[in-house]
C-alpha cells in the first residue's frame, strides 16, 4: 500500500460514489445504506443508468452521466469532478473504475477502487479488466478476503456488507405474511434469496429435496428473487415431481417477513462475496446452509453448514441434519443473530467505513483492523 501525503481532516470529508446503476442488486444495496446512514462523511452519488426499478426513496436524488459513450462519460465525469471537488472518489464496478482511474491522473482526488464484490475470480474480458485495474490501483477495497484472493492481489482494505435493521428477528413492525397459503401441509419450511441467473444455483437445492422426499422427508422451499432463468427452474422442478414443494415468491419488498417464518436458510451459489442474502436470514435469526464457495466461509461460523457446489447429496444430508435436531438448529439460530449484531450489522459498516475514508484521506498508511494482506 502506497502511503498518502498526511493532511489535517476538514469538517467534513467528500465523497463521491461512481456507480453503474442504483437499481436493485446487492452493491448497490450496500451504497444506498452507506449514504443513508454515514452522516460523518458527505456523499455524492453518480450513476451511469438510472433504471425505472431503484433503491432510491423519494427524497433522493443523484447526478447521471448522459453521454453513452465511453470517451464521453469520461469527458462529463471529468466535468462534474471539477464542479464537486470531492476529496475521494469510490468506484463501485469496473467500468466506473476505469473512468474513475483516467479523470484522477488530472485531478485533486484520491481514487479508491471498490469493483471487487465476487468472492471468484471471472475468467472472461471483464474479469481481466476488473483484476488489471485492481492492480494498477494504489487503494483497493473488497467486500471479501475471497475476492482480494480471487484477483490475486497481495493486499487490500475488507469492509464487509452491513444488514438492513428491517431484517432484525427482533423487529416488530414487519408486515405479516402466511406462508401457510403456499402449501396444503406443513412442511419442514426453508427459504432462499437469489437472482435467478447462472451463477446461482437452485437446481442443487431442487435434487437435494427430491433426495429427501424419497426418504419421506418433507420440505417446502420458499424460493424468493427473479431472473432470466425463472421458467427454466420451474420446469427444472417440475421435471423432478417437486413443484408443488416450491413456492416461486419472485422479487418482493418484505422478504424479511418471509424469513421470519421459516425453518432454515438455503443458499447455493457459484460465486460470492459477502453474501447479502445470508447475513439476512442470519439477521432474522436463522440457521444458515450454504455452498462453500467465494466469501461465503468467511461470515458462516458455527451457525450453519458448509457444503461443496454443486453437490446435492452434501446438501440433502445437512438439511436433514437440522430438520431431525431441532435443538442444533436453534442452537445455530441464535448464534446467527449474535454473529450479525457483533460483525455485519448496518451500524458496524458504517462504523469501518467512516474509519476506513478517513484513514485513507489522512494518508495513514492502514486503517489496521481492516487491511488485509493475502
Not at 472472461?124 to 467486500?143: D, E, F, M, P, T
Not at 484472493?149 to 413492525?173: M, P
Not at 461465503?296 to 430438520?323: Q, R
Request: charged content about 20%.
Amino acid at each position: 500500500m502506497i502511503k498518502a501525503k498526511s493532511r489535517q481532516l476538514p469538517q467534513k470529508v467528500s465523497v463521491v460514489h461512481f456507480t453503474p446503476t442504483v437499481r436493485r442488486g446487492g452493491a448497490e444495496r450496500q451504497l444506498m445504506t452507506i449514504v443513508r446512514n454515514s452522516t460523518a462523511i458527505e456523499h455524492h452519488v453518480i450513476s451511469l443508468y438510472m433504471p425505472s426499478q431503484n433503491y432510491l426513496e423519494e427524497s433522493e436524488s443523484i447526478r447521471v452521466i448522459q453521454s453513452h459513450s465511453f470517451i464521453g462519460r469520461v469527458i462529463e465525469f471529468s466535468r462534474i469532478m471539477k464542479e464537486v471537488t470531492p476529496d475521494i472518489v469510490v468506484s463501485w464496478d469496473t467500468l466506473t473504475s476505469l473512468i474513475s482511474l483516467i479523470c484522477s491522473i488530472s485531478k485533486a482526488y484520491c481514487f479508491v477502487n471498490g469493483s471487487i464484490r465476487h468472492g471468484i475470480y471471472q475468467n472472461n474480458i471483464h474479469g481481466l479488466l476488473r483484476k488489471y485495474l485492481a492492480h494498477v490501483s494504489k487503494i483497493v477495497i473488497a467486500n471479501s478476503k475471497a475476492g482480494l484472493r480471487a484477483n490475486q492481489l497481495s493486499q487490500g482494505y475488507v469492509l464487509y456488507n452491513g444488514v438492513d435493521k428491517k431484517f432484525d428477528k427482533e423487529n416488530t413492525h414487519r408486515d405479516e405474511v402466511d406462508i401457510q397459503d403456499c402449501v396444503r401441509v406443513k412442511p419442514f419450511y426453508m427459504v432462499s434469496i437469489a437472482n435467478m441467473v447462472p451463477y446461482k444455483d437452485y437446481p442443487t437445492i431442487f435434487r437435494a429435496m427430491d433426495r429427501l422426499r424419497c426418504q419421506g422427508i418433507i420440505t417446502h422451499l420458499i424460493a424468493i428473487g427473479d431472473g432470466k432463468l425463472r421458467s427454466q427452474y420451474e420446469q427444472y422442478a417440475r421435471d423432478l415431481k417437486i413443484l408443488d414443494l416450491v413456492s416461486f415468491i419472485g422479487n418482493i419488498p418484505n422478504p424479511e417477513s418471509y424469513l421470519a417464518k421459516c425453518d432454515i436458510f438455503v443458499h447455493s451459489s457459484k460465486g460470492e462475496g459477502c453474501p447479502n442474502a445470508v447475513l439476512e436470514a442470519m439477521y432474522a435469526g436463522l440457521p444458515v446452509i450454504a455452498s462453500n464457495t467465494g466469501g461465503t466461509s468467511e461470515v458462516i461460523e458455527d451457525n450453519g453448514i458448509l457444503y461443496n457446489y454443486g453437490n446435492d447429496e452434501e446438501l440433502s444430508t445437512a438439511i436433514k441434519l437440522l430438520y431431525q435436531e431441532s435443538e442444533t438448529r436453534k442452537n445455530m439460530a441464535e448464534r446467527s443473530y449474535q454473529i450479525v449484531l457483533k460483525k455485519y450489522s448496518a451500524e458496524v459498516m458504517i462504523i469501518n467505513y467512516e474509519h476506513l475514508i478517513h484513514s485513507i484521506f489522512a494518508g495513514e498508511s492502514t486503517a489496521r483492523d481492516l487491511m488485509v494482506r493475502i
